[in-house]
């Protein structure tokens, strides 16, 4: 069964930090790449970021230098880590991979950044 589960998520204050985690399975996970994506209350979904097999990264401009995409191969996981959080970072925020013609997506996590 292909799935993905997040984790990771909860309340951070401006300026504060948090790490996602997905935990991916049924798939050959080494050669797929994984995105994070997150949505807002009345939102769109939005491409947050993405990493390739081979590790080369690409990132919303609204995140760049504050937050890294990361990839473990051996544990079939995919890390977002996010620093320097500002409150319109808060969204549930979803793990995401595109196999066997499909797109999957994990069942997100929220992330809230309040004082």
């Known amino acids: 069964q292909v799935r993905l589960v997040e984790s990771g998520g909860g309340l951070a204050q401006p300026g504060g930090s948090l790490r996602l985690s997905c935990a991916a399975s049924g798939f050959t996970y080494s050669s797929h790449a994984m995105s994070w994506y997150r949505q807002a209350p009345g939102k769109q979904r939005e491409l947050v970021a993405s990493i390739t097999s081979g590790g080369s990264t690409n990132y919303a401009d609204s995140v760049k230098g504050r937050f890294t995409i990361s990839r473990d191969n051996a544990k079939n996981t995919v890390s977002l880590q996010m620093n320097s959080l500002k409150p319109e970072d808060t969204a549930v925020y979803y793990c995401?991979?595109?196999?066997?013609?499909?797109?999957?997506w994990g069942q997100g996590t929220q992330v809230t950044v309040s004082s």
């Open positions: 995401y991979v595109f196999v066997w013609g499909r797109n999957l």
